[in-house]
């Protein structure tokens, strides 16, 4: 395909993504791909032409954020893979791209919304000093900070207020996170607190209808008794379980047959 | 010739030489010259009975001699050593080198036809042996430029040969070659090369190459912090066990940073530990020592419990680890002010480090052991009070944050909601759990891991014991003889023996 009609393609996704025709853009792209992967610059090679490189990179941010508001995570992990072998040669593109950190922030949210946090740090050690700095990449990092600690009402705060957010595309992932919070006060809760008012555990829970709560109750299997919750005990008498006895006699059996090699 | 001051018998240790050099007048440089190139051609004579028996011990002698060498390098020992070594200057290597060294002579003509590719005369293994030296002087000098393009053309030197027993010499020069890139900061082009070369090996069963280049490439990944592939070099290249022990050393740390990196923190202690127990523990290695020692630190750190104070006060790592002495201390102490203040005072000297990333992580760690400390000293506080000492920014945070405690297992206790405070458990009588069963086993596998390792490591040299059967026969026969000739001795006449008594 001549580059002409390459470049008109181009402009028309980027017109049609700043009108937020979402659709419109994952129709376009896949054929902009193939071009792409035609005039070797899908891949960014030192052999490859710099100044479409450019172009290149600037397709495959708007098909990653794409892939964000369509809520599709395959693609938008598959678009950020692409993108990663252009960002490591970032000093060579020029211009630099103003998308590449808030893509970056939303690949780690992504992380951070699957509990994937041995990948989270490890992007996040090729960050290093960013991560203070940057207004986009500062937000996963201290929502995952907060998540380790336990100060919820932080995250709570961070994912539901939208003047703690600093772009739209992140308040995407607010729905996963609200929940996945909500599964961990859960799970803190029925280890510490021995029983719990409705009205406090609704509170907690960030509810704001009953009938939710009463729902969220159901689901994990907890006892309501005169507007109180109880929470299920597990018995904590080592006793009672019964001595490991197999296991006993494996590793006694295993000192034994060692012990017998020593001449 | 200006004779030395003083008539000291020539000795041949290598210690004592230096000694006797400051001690007195330092010999003349001919001399000095002389002693140097003396013990180059006692290598050359390991490197020979190498080649000769496959015994990788003579090479792996050779190459400890390398770092007392290399102090004393000048051009003109080496110029020597090119003289005595090869049979011409025309030889390639020969030629090579003395370009280097910036001594070319300007009647040598290198005819590629006649000298071929190496002359039979001369052993490949002094060849290596020769370049890896040049190496290391022209990287002592600190002329990087000079020695990469001198590494270029070495290692294509090196890759004409494919002799097992240049193994250890060639791991040698493959380190030196991806350091001195490294320097140049050439580090991402080096992969491609070093992946192909580590193919070539794992082929040939080079066990030493293969060993240094997975840690090389290991290196190389980690210094531009592509973690991932470097997490996926462990996961598929296996590491030959039987290497020398201090490219061992220096995988497993590679291997326990990758693994720190990834929350893996058990794992990445056991690594560190092998790591440090298989450097030699002398003071040549102690920036090794001290890198894995920080490491260390920072792990046990983050598995929850504090490294001893006794191993900070050692002289060799006192200066090194004192910054993070002071992290320890504010971990210890449980507040979190006090731990970002140290974070800030230091922060340049972990970023140097590389640990930077890994002490930020650092901070839950601080306030669960605050919360601990918390619970242990009261049976009842209340929830505000948790949220002054710990400086915690609010009540509720307070309050999550002590349930997530509760539920990691970080502390025993309830927390009472509507009175606002929470109450420690009765200690557990740890006796009467699993704990102590599970202690006794993991140390039992330890030690009979150890013995069985132990026993695997013993070496015999091969028919050494039928030699010593010998000698011990002649050494009975002799003793008889003398028992013999003393019982004839008593028969004669005795007083003349005693008379210088």
Redesign the interface.
Known sequence: MPPKSFETRARELASAFAAKDYERCSRLLPPLKVTLSQLNILVPLLSSDLELLAVARDILEIGALTAIFLRDDLLFSRYIAQLSPFYAMKDKIQPPSSNEKKLIALRLLLLLSKNDIAEFHTELETLEDEADKDIYIRYPVMLERWLMEGSYDKVWKATTQRSEVPAEEFAIFADILVDTIRSEIATCSEKAYPSLPLMNAKHLLFFTEDADLLEFIDQRGWSVKDGRIYFPQESTDPLESGLPMENIIENTLGYARELETIV | MPAPETQEPKVDSNEKMTDAETVQKPKSPEEIAALVLNDIKQNFGFLDKAAVNFEPRFSMRVLRGLGNLRRRLTPDILVSTVDAAYPSPSHKSAALILKYLGKEESTMEIDESLSGNSTPVVLPEIDIYILVLLQVYLLDQGDLVKLNSFNDEAITILRGYNRRTLDALAAKMWFYYAYGKELNKQVVELRPLLLAVLRTSTLRHDTETRAMLTTLLLRNYLHT????QA?QLVLKADFPESAATSVVARYLYYVGRIKA????YSAANESLIGAIRKAPQTSYAAGFLQAAHKLKVIIELLMGDIPERSWFREPMYETALSPYMDLVKAVRIGEVPQFSETIEKYGAVF?KDGT??LIL?L??NV?KTGIRMMSLSYSKISLRDICIRLH???E??AE????????DGVIE??????KGFMQSKEI?DIY???EP?MAF?ER?KFC?SL??ESVKAMRYPMNQHRVELKNVEEAREREKELASEIQEGDMEDDDGDFDGL
């Open positions: 912090q592509a973690i991932s997490h990196i990834q929350l893996d970023k930077y990333m992580r901070r839950q306030i915690l920014d609010s509720e945070s999550y944050i002590v349930a997530k405690a509760i539920r206790a309830t927390i009472d909601h509507e557990l009467s759990t699993q069963n086993h039992i009979i013995h069985n």
